[in-house]
């Protein structure tokens, strides 16, 4: 069994930056693997990000203005979100996975049996 759980979701301006935490279990940190998708309303969950093997990969609607930071000591994940758009819009999740995928299902939302409750995000202009 792996917890998880999101924080920091709010309301915020387009342009705007904002941070959600994800703290997850110790075992993810060491041969699991943690990402975050996102899922807007009436849309499919979409890949935003992840961390595996201490290499991140990103969607491409988030690629150079989100970042994945990782704190082993304090079990946690973070996703930096600059330059929100109005289409960032979403309920965010952080979803881990152990042991970690293959490389080519990082960004699969079925390679991932453990789920936090979300964290919602909305951009106005």
């Known amino acids: 069994q792996v917890d998880v759980a999101e924080s920091g979701g709010g309301s915020v301006q387009a342009g705007d930056s904002l941070r959600l935490s994800c703290a997850a279990s110790?075992?993810?940190?060491?041969?699991?693997?943690l990402s975050w998708f996102r899922q807007a309303a009436g849309k499919e969950r979409e890949f935003v990000g992840s961390?595996?093997?201490?290499?991140?990969s990103y969607g491409d609607s988030v690629k150079g203005r989100f970042t994945i930071s990782i704190d082993i000591v304090n079990h946690r994940m973070y996703l930096q979100m600059n330059s929100l758009k109005l289409e960032d819009t979403a309920v965010y999740y952080c979803?881990?996975?152990?042991?970690?995928?293959?490389?080519?299902?990082?960004?699969?939302?079925?390679?991932?049996?453990?789920w936090g409750q979300g964290t919602q995000v909305t951009v106005s202009s």
């Open positions: 961390w595996s093997g201490g290499s991140t």
């Open positions: 979803a881990a996975t152990f042991p970690r995928p293959l490389p080519s299902r990082v960004g699969v939302l079925s390679s991932y049996p453990y």
């Open positions: 110790p075992r993810t940190f060491s041969g699991g693997a």
